[in-house]
């Protein structure tokens, strides 16, 4: 149906797939996850009245049901395409830059501060470096392949330790971090990482939980 108030059509041209949606596919997400996708990119084909966006935009955000040539979206929820981004590049910014930002501003993170980050060389991973970095932050991130530590290394990220192995990371960390503490931990593993990571905060640390499965109360 024609859309109304601040509802969009989107013409899909890129979609960004992440873990939420790896989880919705194998049945393991907790809870209704609702469909696939989320993270879009287009050009605007019908808008509302109320949208403040016109046919033929260039746009990205996040849509409802964007694994599809049309998908409906709210305009709030979208904004205008910067030029030097493509589609492509434009539907990975969404989820891992807002996830991001709302992280670290629930931990306060400021200049100084040390941080943990498990699975550093994925989306959030990589998008947590260089905000920590544009912070003046100094962050641990782990990993799991050797190739993987040679991405962090050259992003710089100060530590790298093991995402495989809980007990290697629970070795190497408190060498890292020089015997103080992390003011904050962001994690998306889970067993003995959690309780390891734990033991990593000092008073007042902030653990920020990504994952889905095995969730402490």
């Known amino acids: 149906s024609p859309p109304h108030g601040h509802e969009v059509l989107l013409r899909v041209r890129s979609v960004g797939l992440n873990f939420r949606d790896v989880l919705n596919v194998l049945g393991e997400y907790p809870g209704d996850p609702g469909p696939p996708g989320g993270d879009a990119a287009g050009v605007t084909e019908e808008t509302g009245v109320t949208a403040g966006l016109v046919g033929g935009n260039s746009v990205?955000?996040?849509?409802n049901a964007p694994l599809a040539s049309i998908a409906s979206a709210t305009a709030l929820l979208l904004a205008l395409k910067p030029r030097r981004l493509s589609f492509e590049q434009a539907s990975t910014t969404p989820s891992t830059w807002s996830t991001t930002h709302v992280a670290l501003e629930r931990v306060c993170l400021r200049a100084g501060c040390e941080l943990v980050v498990h699975a550093a060389s994925g989306g959030i991973g990589l998008t947590m470096a260089e905000y920590a970095h544009w912070l003046h932050t100094s962050i641990l991130g782990?990993?799991?392949q050797p190739r993987k530590h040679c991405l962090l290394r050259s992003l710089g990220v100060r530590?790298?330790?093991?995402?495989?192995?809980?007990s290697a990371f629970g070795h190497g960390a408190p060498r890292l971090v020089r015997?103080?503490?992390?003011?904050a931990v962001l994690n998306s593993l889970s067993h003995d990482f959690i309780s390891v990571s734990f033991a990593l905060l000092c008073e007042r640390g902030a653990f920020q939980e990504l994952g889905k499965r095995q969730v402490w109360a």
């Open 142 to 144: 782990t990993a799991g």
């Open 60 to 63: 990205y955000g996040l849509a």
């Open 159 to 166: 530590g790298q330790g093991s995402s495989r192995a809980a």
């Open 179 to 183: 015997s103080y503490r992390s003011h």
